[in-house]
């Protein structure tokens, strides 16, 4: 009963703080920066599930409303009447179609359906952040800073006072955290690099790395290395003088003085990483292909771990038992799997078009816009590549970071100043 008049309440000040919200700059750019800092503040903790499967083994367990929801509601009430469309109609359209489609071949239609009020909830986070953009683009990366600097202060106590090996601060998992602060790393470090007055940019992209660290995530560590290389040299590409090589040697020197402070645990992590781990992960991958083979419209979204356990290829593939519930640790495999061909085809378009922008205004945009826009495109990618390992891209959190991070570099592609 609480639930249910917790989200009328909810709802129903979702208006009248809209409509005071309008002609009040000031607010709205807090607001701003307050919906770039909620993906890292812990969801669960901040969320409604209507419908709740917590302990179904998928990417969405139920209809959730987080707080997220709501400030981007309160958005749409305080934002002036839309003048330009949404970007890439097209390539959400496609990839909604596919998802929509795969709830009549799923096994269990109603966990589809949890997928589907998920993406529709993404997809009205971007065509309102992109809005937002418009805007107060400035106060929403200032948002996404906070968000790592807020989660470093939860790592440090986590390794500190309660001696945990691996941080998880307030994500699933140690790599769900990684994965999630690599979204901020590339940005801060391009702005840190070709802006003199930007303190936070630098002490996000440090304390992100940071986070990587303490994380331990094998993957995320090598993601981390690739983004710094990256940023550099597009940076230097844009513009090389003594400053950015300055920044090269001190980040150079800072990142052993990390590295021989972490050295005992760091080798500890590589050597006693569980073989089964990375053995299930083939495993895992070995079945989505297979279900790829005999289902070429999908088994379904939200379905591949009821699949595995339930149809018979979990005891095909020699998945162990203890895994026969798991989730393919690829989020390509996993979508290929749930939605078929046309399903992968329209993912992989959706991901590939914001990507594209990124990298068309680094090269496009020679001011501040430009960094943000290379900090953006490598962000995507690491993002990307990573995923041929984790299916964290389709966690609540790290979902929200991707339609924002969309959002902005949309709403920068089509910025006139």
Not at 205 to 232: D, P
Not at 280 to 285: D, I, K, S, T
Not at 307 to 317: K, M
Request: net charge positive; proline share 4%; glycine share 8%.
């Amino acid at each position: 009963m609480l639930k249910w008049i917790a989200l009328f309440v909810a709802l129903a000040g979702v208006w009248p703080a809209g409509v005071f919200l309008r002609n009040k700059p000031r607010l709205m750019a807090l607001l701003a920066t307050f919906v770039g800092f909620l993906p890292y503040i812990g969801l669960d903790d901040v969320d409604i599930n209507v419908i709740s499967f917590e302990r179904y083994r998928g990417d969405s367990r139920g209809v959730e409303i987080t707080l997220l929801d709501l400030a981007v509601l309160t958005f749409l009430v305080a934002l002036p009447k839309k003048t330009r469309p949404t970007p890439l109609p097209l390539q959400r359209g496609l990839y909604f179609a596919a998802v929509v489609l795969s709830v009549a071949v799923a096994p269990l239609p109603l966990f589809a359906m949890f997928s589907v009020w998920k993406l529709a909830r993404m997809m009205i986070v971007f065509a309102v952040v992109v809005r937002v953009a418009d805007v107060f683009v400035a106060e929403l990366v200032l948002g996404l800073g906070i968000g790592v600097l807020y989660e470093v202060f939860l790592s440090l106590k986590q390794r500190y006072l309660m001696g945990a090996l691996r941080v998880d601060g307030n994500m699933m998992h140690p790599n769900s955290l990684a994965m999630a602060v690599n979204v901020v790393f590339p940005i801060a470090m391009a702005v840190a690099l070709a802006q003199k007055k930007t303190r936070v940019a630098a002490i996000a992209a440090g304390g992100a790395a940071l986070l990587v660290v303490m994380s331990l995530s094998r993957g995320a560590m090598a993601m981390t290395v690739l983004a710094a290389l990256l940023v550099y040299l597009g940076s230097a590409l844009r513009r090389l003088d003594g400053r950015k090589l300055g920044v090269a040697v001190a980040g150079v020197l800072i990142a052993l003085l990390v590295v021989a402070k972490a050295w005992d645990t760091l080798v500890f992590r590589f050597e006693h990483a569980a073989k089964s781990s990375e053995h299930a992960r083939v495993l895992f991958n070995a079945a989505a292909s297979l279900m790829l083979q005999e289902h070429p419209f999908g088994v379904g979204m939200n379905q591949f771990s009821h699949v595995l356990s339930h149809f018979g290829y979990a005891a095909r593939i020699g998945i162990p038992v203890v895994d026969r519930d798991g989730l393919a640790h690829h989020v390509y495999w996993l979508t290929a799997a749930e939605t078929g061909w046309f399903g992968i085809a329209s993912y992989l378009f959706l991901l590939g078009s914001p990507l594209v922008l990124a990298y068309r205004g680094a090269a496009r945009f020679r001011d501040v816009r430009g960094d943000v826009m290379l900090g953006c495109g490598v962000s995507l990618t690491i993002t990307y590549i990573q995923g041929t390992a984790e299916w964290i891209a389709r966690q609540t959190a790290m979902s929200y970071l991707f339609w924002i991070l969309s959002a902005i570099i949309c709403s920068i592609w089509r910025s006139p100043r």
